[in-house]
């Protein structure tokens, strides 16, 4: 079986090829979403599968990988379809850090990467999860969250003073090693939840301990009532009462 590190390697080199190569790029997907394939595939012969009236992602006849970088509600009808026949992983590229690089499309000149004060934990996928957190923890499905530093090249093509906003993204190429969150099991969730995070909170005390802001908080809360790691308990005035549920 391939190691690891050498899947690693191949998914970096991945970087270095056409994205049109070995059928990989007939959906549109930029690289990133490419090169993923190639890390989960066996061979080509496992790519763009149909199965029934869906395409797999990646299908090696026994099981299902799904790569989904933003809008999971699209997948809702799919997973269930999928995981009445076989077991399905779904990956999410979780960028950890983001280093922007931005060029001007009139000169072509471009800045040198520099970090974006945004940053991405496990606790940040559980806005996308959210749309699927019906089917979070059950037996069939793996959520793989794939967390690494990103170089994110963006032209300044869009609108306010400094042409940054609604600009076109051009491509996103990851850095560095990265780190593999595996979401299985209901115990699995559990153990995202921040250490020193009360018994009892608020959402406003989630929100300090975890660092998610606006919807994120109320996603992530949302995700781990339905997988039942925390229950509404009361309320505190306006605001609702959480408790940690039975390990």
């Known amino acids: 079986m391939e190691s690891y590190e050498a899947r690693l390697a191949r998914f970096f080199a991945s970087f270095a090829f056409p994205a049109e190569e070995n059928g990989i790029g007939t959906l549109g997907e930029k690289k990133l979403h490419a090169a993923l394939k ?14 029934g009236r869906f395409v797999a992602d990646v299908f090696d006849g ?16 799919k997973l269930q ?12 590229p979780l960028p950890r850090a983001r280093y922007l690089v931005w060029t ?38 793996t959520v793989e969250l794939l967390l690494f530093d ?6 300044l093509d ?15 190429i990851p850095r560095g090693e990265p780190e593999l969150v595996r979401l299985q099991t209901v115990e699995d969730y559990r153990a995202l939840l921040p250490e ?35 229950e509404a308990v009361g309320k505190d005035g306006r605001s609702t009462v959480y408790q940690k549920g039975d390990a």
């Open 150 to 155: 990103l170089d994110e090249y963006r032209l």
């Open 158 to 172: 869009g609108y306010g003073k400094h042409k940054k906003k609604g600009s076109t993204l051009r491509e996103k």
């Open 104 to 141: 001007d499309p009139a000169t072509g000149e471009s800045t040198k990467p520099r970090k974006s004060p945004l940053v991405g934990t496990p606790l940040s996928a559980f806005h996308e999860l959210y749309q699927i957190r019906t089917l979070l923890g059950v037996e069939n499905l």
């Open 62 to 77: 026994e099981q299902v990988v799904e790569i989904q970088t933003r809008q999971f509600a699209r997948l809702q009808k």
């Open 38 to 51: 190639r890390f989960y595939a066996k061979d080509s012969a496992c790519l763009e599968v149909p199965i």
């Open 196 to 230: 020193g995070l009360p018994d009892v909170f608020t959402a406003a005390v989630f929100q300090k301990h975890t660092g998610l802001k606006g919807r994120k908080v109320y996603s992530a809360i949302h995700v781990l009532e339905e997988l039942g790691v925390i």
């Open 81 to 92: 379809f999928f995981l009445q026949r076989y077991p399905v992983t779904v990956v999410y």
